[in-house]
């Protein structure tokens, strides 16, 4: 089993930034990655990290957020910099643990454009 617990999230403007983070607790975590979920919407990928290095980012984020772990811990982060209003999202934090999936989720964190 894994754990999984976000923070991070809030009320930003257009153009700000946020950083969420995702601790990790359990089973030994392959992959992380953090997805969103906007009202009326399907799940989508935002970015995953394999290991400490290895990073994938959906277009629609690329140039704007920064995925990062926490050099030998399982704590991931989302560093999100020139916030649009559509990046209004539930976002959840994933893991895999070597089975090819995320078959793990947090909680989520509401991130919500206040202009």
């Known amino acids: 089993q894994v754990r999984l617990v976000e923070s991070g999230g809030g009320l930003v403007q257009a153009g700000g930034s946020l950083r969420l983070s995702c601790a990790a607790s359990g089973r030994t975590v392959s992959r992380l990655a953090w997805f969103r979920q906007a009202p009326g919407k399907e799940r989508e990928l935002v970015a995953s990290?394999?290991?400490?290095?290895?990073?994938d980012y959906a277009e629609s984020v690329k140039g704007r957020f920064t995925i990062s772990r926490e050099n030998g811990k399982n704590t991931v982060y989302l560093q999100m910099d020139s916030l649009k209003p559509e990046d209004t999202a539930a976002y959840y934090c994933?893991?895999?643990?070597?089975?090819?999936?995320?078959?793990?989720w947090g909680q989520g964190t509401q991130v919500t454009d206040s202009s």
């Open positions: 994933s893991a895999d643990v070597g089975a090819g999936r995320f078959d793990y």
């Open positions: 990290i394999i290991g400490w290095t290895v990073k």
